[in-house]
């Protein structure tokens, strides 16, 4: 079954904006830490930013002042606001719970940011 279905990504120039979502599936979504994670080619992942289940949030040094992450746990969804993008932010855009993995990672969505 399809537990993560990440969208919103996309060709954005750079100093642009783009809002990421991503849908999960369970019962126990609200209770989870939700975080978003990317990989750029030839990279490991990296987790670039988290929200807790009290919506406390954290990020990456790389992203801090310009992402934004939120969660809407009526929806069972994640949000990743990306303002102000650079071309290092291009990479593959993942969401799933640090602590408590869901079964397998959804398909991610790409953005590519163009210099």
């Known amino acids: 079954q399809v537990q993560l279905v990440e969208s919103g990504g996309g060709l954005v120039q750079t100093g642009g904006s783009l809002r990421l979502s991503c849908a999960a599936s369970?019962?126990?979504?609200?209770?989870?830490?939700m975080g978003w994670y990317r990989q750029a080619p030839g990279k490991q992942r990296e987790l670039v930013a988290v929200?807790?289940?009290?919506?406390?949030?954290n990020y990456a040094d790389s992203v801090e002042g310009r992402f934004t992450i939120s969660r809407d746990n009526a929806k069972n969804t994640v949000y990743l606001q990306m303002n102000s993008l650079k071309p290092e932010d291009t990479a593959v855009y993942y969401c799933?719970?640090?602590?408590?993995?869901?079964?397998?990672w959804g398909q991610g969505t790409q953005v590519t940011v163009s210099s």
């Open positions: 799933n719970a640090p602590y408590y993995p869901f079964e397998s």
């Open positions: 369970g019962s126990r979504f609200s209770l989870k830490a």
């Open positions: 929200i807790t289940s009290g919506g406390s949030t």
